[in-house]
């Protein structure tokens, strides 16, 4: 590219947004793989000054190979972190993307989300408290689960 990006740059365009508590949420990631592929894509047409018709097919062949790549995505929840060279619980769930290549397997992004961050983004408490309830539903049901896979264990009542 024509111009190197400072990460630390404050006025840099593709910076994410941090909310107040810092938090990077999954539409920042996004806007954030959106605005690269455009800045990419734009400095791409500057340096070659190529015409908007003789890129389209370069964007297009990149969009399909990064929704190959998201096919194969592996999205967890996780509940362990690294300190140091142990592995400890987490202070919470969080939730994991890892996106590898589809050709040679490399890794070209890896992200995580504390759960609690995802669920308060936008600010919104009634929001909250759907996502508490919908998250007691998900509680139940890998009860059942659970119940089911360690033969017959009585599981907790499950309402709709």
Known sequence: MSDERDPLDEDD????????DGS???SDFHTVT????????NDMLTEA???????????????????????QA???LHTL????????????????ISVADRDDGEEWL???????EIATADGDPEQVR????ALEKSIVLLHVWLAEKEGGAEAPPYET
């Open 13 to 20: 365009p593709v910076k994410p947004r941090e909310d107040e």
């Open 24 to 26: 990077f949420t999954s």
């Open 34 to 41: 959106q605005k690269l592929i455009l800045n990419a894509a």
């Open 49 to 71: 000054k190529l015409s908007w018709p003789a890129v389209l097919p370069f964007l297009e062949t990149a969009r399909d190979m990064a929704r190959g790549d998201f096919e």
């Open 74 to 76: 592996k999205v967890r």
């Open 81 to 96: 972190q690294a300190q140091g060279e142990q592995w400890v619980d987490a202070r919470e769930a969080f939730l994991g």
């Open 110 to 116: 890896a992200e995580t989300w504390w759960i609690s």
């Open 130 to 133: 759907a996502i508490i309830r």
